[in-house]
């Protein structure tokens, strides 16, 4: 099926619930994320910072551009200008580059942090305790560069539907305790980022306000061979 018609059907589903759609667009060319834009889509989402900032450039000036994956440091300046949202915020340092680029041009930069839901070694995050503590010892206070709205997970990517439900729970259980503390200025748990092409329909069972969305809309990914 073609981009639009995909998009329409996904649209269906998730604007009743009140889910927002990032069109994951990492791997497609330009032209492919216009087609998506004339068909009504604004928020885009890439995974690195090389290939996010020539599609900004490229691109509409009207596009809410996300950054959906790892982050290093060193890459922060880039993007800072004029991404929408960074979803994978994972350690205190990456807040505090953030805070210190956004404060060299005067921005606040939207962030989510990242939890670490899967039971796999490569998914990167704050774990639950770590992120509770760091609020209680008010970590994240003196960050007026940073704009913290909410949280971001990734689910194992596994047919184990249990799996991945008790996974969601856990950053869904993790969102709602934190809407309960007395959090700093710059931090409300506001949006949770959760779900990808294989799971958004689960993670909306579990209060999901943003769905990641790449191969449901464009069809499968051709990466570079090696
Ligand atoms: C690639 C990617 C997605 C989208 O994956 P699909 O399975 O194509 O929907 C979502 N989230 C992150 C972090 C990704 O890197």
Known sequence: MDIKTNMDLLNRELRPAGVRLVAVSKTHAPERIREAYEAGQRIFGENQVQELVPKYEALPKDIEWHLIGHLQTNKVKYIVPFVSLIHAVDSLKLLQEINKQGGKINRVV??????????????????????????????????PFVDIRGLMGVASLTDHVGQIEAEMQLLEDLFYELQHLTLPANMKMKELSL??????????????????????????RNYPKP
Not at 114 to 142: C, H, M, N, P, S
Not at 195 to 219: E, K, N, P, Q, W
Request: hydrophobic share 40%.
């Open 110 to 143: 939207p962030c989510l942090l990242q939890v670490y839901i899967a039971q796999e070694e490569t998914k990167y995050g704050w774990d639950r305790a770590e992120l509770l503590a760091a609020v209680q010892q008010g970590l994240f206070r003196d960050l």
């Open 195 to 220: 779900g990808m092409s294989s799971d958004y329909r689960i993670a909306m069972r579990h209060g999901t306000t943003l769905v990641r969305l790449g191969s449901a809309i464009f069809g499968n």
